[in-house]
């Protein structure tokens, strides 16, 4: 083995070898070391959390890695994520409300299972040349950007040592330069979780005998969908691996469900017993099949930096990382891995990239920033059906409209695109920050009205006609202008759908008229209906758009559960 590289990558977790992947397929005759700890080949089913891809990841392993072929043929489809509603009557899942999608979606994603997928990678990137140096625990990193950068680690009980341009830390929580050179961030978003893998596949499908319950989607699908029971203060997944088992997790806010009911096996029985009683009963026939058990307390962390002018960088967990419930891990290592690939191949090229490490870097910080209260105390919400449903089908759209869009055009490394749209003042990226930072707030004042015991009704968001076209817009290629008019556009229904949202909260709350203006970015379900009328005569409040108000008619639920 040589001891001189362009680029080593500290861990080859999901993100470091898929960042090694990246620059090897678009620069064969780059030098690549990726240094991991592990010994060996990762077992299937039960190696690492984060199973379950949405559409920008996908996008990412599929089109930009090139692994459609193999995630079609070694891995499991999925079909959307699944959310079941109503813990009124947790019991009985067909009178759950349900959101999932009722078939296969155009736009694909997949169900992962992480060991086979880090071997499969291994081996593709040490037949393309790269050194995956399976064994070697990093010691240290002296960081020389101009004579090269030092990487130390022991290997079999000997030392060893390696040079190189560029550093790229992938080590996960493990935060190998965060902690180094002391950029760790705290996030207060604080929640917990546990996961295990039981041998055996888990089909909620067969959970009911009810046939035009069963009969709602083709045989299969349900199993194939990243299932979330949702109750207040916690969620509970369900993921199908293609080894035939079955993953399974609790994540709870500690304000509601304490870490200490359920960080043990024997505890998170019981837990599930007492919160999602069909779960557990269900459950109980794979107990002795209990493949591992693993807990993460305060997951979420934030990072201080992200893409140095000095030549280093973080990428994956190793960075920040905020929150599973929309399955995001891997689009923040694909649009992470596509900033620091970025970096690396055009200095490897020739050129100065000290600008764009900066622009990266703070786009970066602003887009991290900007998603957290998407998840800080919402999980509060997780048991109020109608407020959670438009929620999700509001975070959504906005992860459709906008961040998805611009990564499947790869607009993350276009200074024009990046400009022009998070630069200025009043550029979109501040908008739908303020848009959406004002939904997230909303929906919590929107809870304290009550809640509702809505049941049985099922929705697909492919029933919502502008959301559809959100999802099936993401096929779109566009030139640098057109990718730009195409996110102002989508902010403009953004924004129809959150004054639409609103409307209909405040007429039903507040005694507003149905066709009332309103300002999307500055309404308040805690103003007065005076001070909302006098709004509605304002500047920037915007009249209801017949399309968007029908399409949305569908997410009202009606079915209420006897009492
Ligand atoms: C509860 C939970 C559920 C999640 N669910 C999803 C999901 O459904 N979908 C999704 O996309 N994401 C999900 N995620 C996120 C996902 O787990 C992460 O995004 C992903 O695993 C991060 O990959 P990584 O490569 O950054 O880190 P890792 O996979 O942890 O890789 C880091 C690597 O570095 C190596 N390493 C560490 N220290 C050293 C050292 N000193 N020397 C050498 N090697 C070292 C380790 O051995 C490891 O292999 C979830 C996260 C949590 C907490």
């Known amino acids: ?39 060996n080949e990762a077992p299937d089913s039960a190696h690492k959390v984060g199973e379950s891809t949405v ?28 959310f079941y509603f109503s813990p009124q009557v947790k019991e009985q899942i067909d009178q759950r409300v349900e959101l999932g999608a009722k078939g296969i979606l155009p736009v694909p994603s997949h169900q992962i299972d992480r060991g086979i997928f880090e071997n499969e990678l291994t081996k593709r990137l040490l037949d393309l ?13 002296n960081l020389d950007h101009k004579k090269g950068h ?12 390696i040079t190189c341009n560029w550093v790229s830390d992938a080590t996960g929580r493990v935060g190998l330069l965060k902690r180094k050179l002391g950029f760790e961030k705290p996030l207060e978003h604080n929640i917990n979780a546990v996961w295990f893998r039981v041998k055996g596949e888990i089909d909620v499908n067969d959970w009911s005998d009810n046939e035009a319950w069963v009969n ?50 024997d505890k998170a029985m019981d837990w599930l017993k007492e919160n999602e009683p069909l779960c557990a009963e269900k459950l109980e026939a794979y107990r002795e099949e209990v493949i591992d058990f693993r807990v993460l307390k ?5 990072s201080g930096r992200f893409y140095s002018t000095e030549k280093w960088g973080v990428v994956g967990e190793a960075g920040a990382f905020l929150d599973p419930f929309y399955s995001p891990g891997t689009d923040f290592i694909a649009i992470g891995n596509t900033w620091m690939s970025d970096l ?39 048991g109020n ?3 959670v449903l438009t929620k999700i089908l509001w975070d959504w759209g906005v992860y459709w409209a906008i961040p998805t869009l611009l990564f499947t055009n790869r607009g993350y490394i276009k200074l024009e695109i990046l400009r022009a749209l998070f630069t200025t003042r009043d550029s979109l990226g501040i908008r739908l920050g303020k848009l959406n930072g004002q939904l997230q707030q909303f929906f919590r004042a929107w809870a304290k009205y009550g809640n509702e015991p809505f049941v049985k009704e099922s929705l697909d968001f492919f029933d919502i006609p502008f959301l559809k076209k959100l999802h099936l817009d993401l096929e779109l290629q566009l030139s640098e202008e057109d990718l730009i008019a195409k996110c102002e556009e989508n902010l403009g229904v953004l924004e129809q759908m959150a004054a639409e949202i609103y409307r209909k909260v405040a007429a039903m709350h507040k005694g507003t008229p149905e066709n009332m203006k309103i300002n999307p970015y500055k309404f308040s379900l805690e103003s007065t209906k005076e001070a909302l009328l006098e709004q509605a005569s304002q500047k920037g409040a915007i009249d209801t758009a017949s399309n968007i108000s029908n399409d949305l008619e569908l997410i009202w639920l009606k079915e209420k559960l006897a009492i």
């Open 150 to 161: 030092t990487v130390s680690y022991f290997k079999n009980g000997e030392s060893q040592e």
């Open 216 to 265: 709602r989607l083709p045989s299969g699908l349900r199993r194939l969908g990243t299932i979330h029971f949702m109750g207040k203060g916690y969620w509970v997944w369900l993921i199908p691996l293609v080894s035939g088992n079955t993953s399974v997790g609790i994540v709870a806010d500690p304000r509601f469900h304490d870490f200490a009911t359920f960080n043990k096996l």
């Open 55 to 82: 559409e920008l990841g996908t996008y990412y392993l599929r089109e930009v890695l090139g692994l459609g072929d193999y995630l079609d043929e070694y891995q499991l489809p999925k079909i959307g994520l699944r």
């Open 298 to 302: 305060h997951y979420s962390h934030n």
């Open 129 to 141: 040349g790269v050194d995956v140096v399976l064994g070697a625990r990093i010691k240290d990193v």
């Open 344 to 382: 690396i191949l055009r200095d490897f090229r020739g050129e100065d990239v000290a600008s764009r490490a900066i622009i990266y870097e703070r786009v970066h910080a602003a887009f991290f920033n900007s998603w957290v209260p998407i998840y800080n105390q919402q999980y509060e919400l997780f």
């Open 1 to 39: 083995m040589n001891n001189q590289y362009d680029v080593a990558i500290l861990g080859g977790g999901l993100a470091g070898l898929t960042l090694a992947l990246q620059l090897k397929q678009e620069e064969p005759t780059i030098r690549i070391a990726v240094l991991e700890m592990r010994k």
């Open 385 to 387: 059906t109608q407020v």
